[in-house]
Each structure stands twice: as structure tokens, then as C-alpha cells.
């Protein structure tokens, strides 16, 4: 998305100085990805669309704090991100400290083959996860965020981050597991 940084450079120059039609150009160049990152944390399509366009509203607003230290699209993707966690806890649907316990020999007995995986039924996996699991599994494997970037985030521990993590892991495998099995009970 970013490969024309200086165009892009150009654009976000142009924002600072209130142009519209760089702002336009820009919004076209990141709806669909702040959209998506949206929508994977908030799992409601009109949510994810006020999410996104309050969060180029603020970038516009705010574009003269934008130094240039990262890409443009990583720095309204972290406004897309906050302002999504800051709605999901709006909605009291995220819930910070409650963690499932799963069992260790029932995800990690069976082996699953990665290679036959659909995609898209491993997103619907992840889902169909709890919150606070499918969230910092989007944040970590979709949004490419590191631990630490993940603890900033939602501020966690980075103890906490791991083992979040570790635990979401765990039960993305023992549902993907157990879809696989359903599958072949079902399936031929």
C-alpha cells in the first residue's frame, strides 16, 4: 500500500494544508485496510464503517502531529485500532481479564495439517473466539503487531500479552481441531 511513499508523502504534505482533494486521495488509498482492521475487532459492519471514517476525521484534524516517524497507513491504522478497542469496550463486549482455561493435552495431543487449511474458515475461527482472545490474535497475526506494541495497545503487561496470546493459540487450534473432525464425521 505504502510502495509510493513519496506520492504518499506528498498527499499527507498536502493534508496539512487542508487540501481536500489530497484527503479524498488518501481515504481512497486506506478505506478498504482501516475498514478491515475495524471490522476484525468490532465484528459489525456499520461499527467498523463510524470507526473508520471517525478515525480519518481525527487524522485530518490532527495531521500536523503526523512526523513522518512511521508510514502514514501505520499511523491512522493505530487510530483505527485504538478508536475500534476504545468502541468494543463501549459496548462492554471486551472483557480485559478473564481468560479460559484450556486443557493442555486437548490442543496440543492432535496434530492438525496447517497445509489443508482454508483461510477463510480459519478467520471464521478466529471469530468465533472470545474478545480478548480474538483480539489480540487479529492485533498479533493479522495487524503484525509485536508483543510489546500489543501491550501498549491494550495495556497489558507484556507478561500478559504472551500469555493471552499463547492461550488464544491454543483455543484457535482445539476450534479448528474440532471443525476439522466435525468436518470429517460429516463431510464425506
Known amino acids: 500500500m505504502e510502495a509510493n511513499q513519496p506520492h504518499i ?3 499527507v504534505e498536502r493534508c496539512k494544508s487542508s487540501d481536500k482533494n489530497a484527503q479524498l486521495q ?8 482501516m475498514y478491515n482492521s475495524a ?5 459489525d459492519s456499520f461499527e467498523a ?75 471464521n475461527s478466529l471469530q468465533s473466539l472470545k474478545d480478548n482472545y480474538r483480539v489480540v490474535l487479529t492485533l498479533h497475526l493479522i ?9 501498549q495497545i491494550l495495556k497489558y503487561t507484556n507478561e500478559n500479552v504472551r500469555t493471552t496470546v499463547s492461550r488464544a493459540k491454543k483455543k484457535l487450534k482445539q476450534v479448528l481441531l474440532a471443525e476439522h473432525i466435525e468436518t470429517q464425521a460429516y463431510g464425506r
Not at 39 to 43: C, D, E, S
Not at 83 to 106: A, C, G
Not at 143 to 151: K, L, Q, T
Open 9 to 11: 508523502t506528498n498527499l
Open 26 to 33: 488518501l481515504y481512497n488509498a486506506y478505506y478498504k485496510a
Open 39 to 43: 471490522y476484525r475487532i468490532l465484528k
Open 49 to 123: 464503517e463510524d470507526i473508520m471514517q471517525e478515525a480519518f476525521l481525527t487524522a485530518f484534524t490532527k495531521m500536523h502531529t503526523y512526523k513522518g516517524e512511521v508510514t502514514f497507513g501505520a499511523w491512522l491504522k493505530r487510530i483505527v485500532i485504538n478508536k475500534s478497542l476504545t468502541q468494543l469496550k463501549k459496548n462492554n463486549r471486551y472483557e480485559e481479564v478473564k481468560m479460559e482455561v484450556i486443557p493442555k493435552d486437548e490442543a496440543e495431543g492432535e496434530l492438525l495439517n496447517y497445509k489443508g487449511l482454508n483461510p477463510k474458515s480459519v478467520l
Open 143 to 151: 495487524e503484525g503487531f509485536d508483543y510489546e506494541e500489543i501491550a
